[in-house]
């Protein structure tokens, strides 16, 4: 019975997923509920899988040409070039603010008491 039951809802769920796919994809092409046939529906599905799979293909590629990098890499990068001053190498240096006025104390409000 549970297995019936599961069943059913999967049944449900992914006709109401198409359904509103569709309604989508009709309202995009300019057209009335009902309007779109399921072959041009058909096609659209379709060419969307197909751009994603060529997405994917080049990111891969990239990927192992070295030129892109993956996401924990482009985050780990981000504290290298911080250490290393940037794409340039070197080190990073402050400058020293003679002559200027100091900037104005950060107040932090915890609940009706500002501390500054």
């Keep these: 019975m549970a297995l019936k039951k599961a069943m059913g809802i999967l049944v449900l769920s992914t006709q109401a997923v198409i359904g509103y796919d569709y309604h989508i994809q009709t309202r995009n092409a300019g057209l009335s509920w009902g309007d779109l046939s399921a072959t041009d529906y058909g096609t659209i599905v379709q060419d969307r899988f ?4 060529t997405r ?5 590629a990239a990927q192992q040409d070295g030129q892109g990098l993956s ?3 482009e985050a780990a990068s981000y504290g290298k070039r911080l250490l290393t001053g940037g794409p340039s190498g070197g080190e990073q240096v402050a400058e ?4 200027e006025e100091a900037p104005p104390p950060v107040c932090i409000r915890r609940g009706n008491v500002a501390d500054c």
């Design 50 to 53: 197909a751009r994603a799979r």
């Design 56 to 60: 994917d293909t080049v990111r891969a």
């Design 71 to 73: 996401l924990w890499g």
């Design 96 to 99: 020293v603010q003679n002559g």
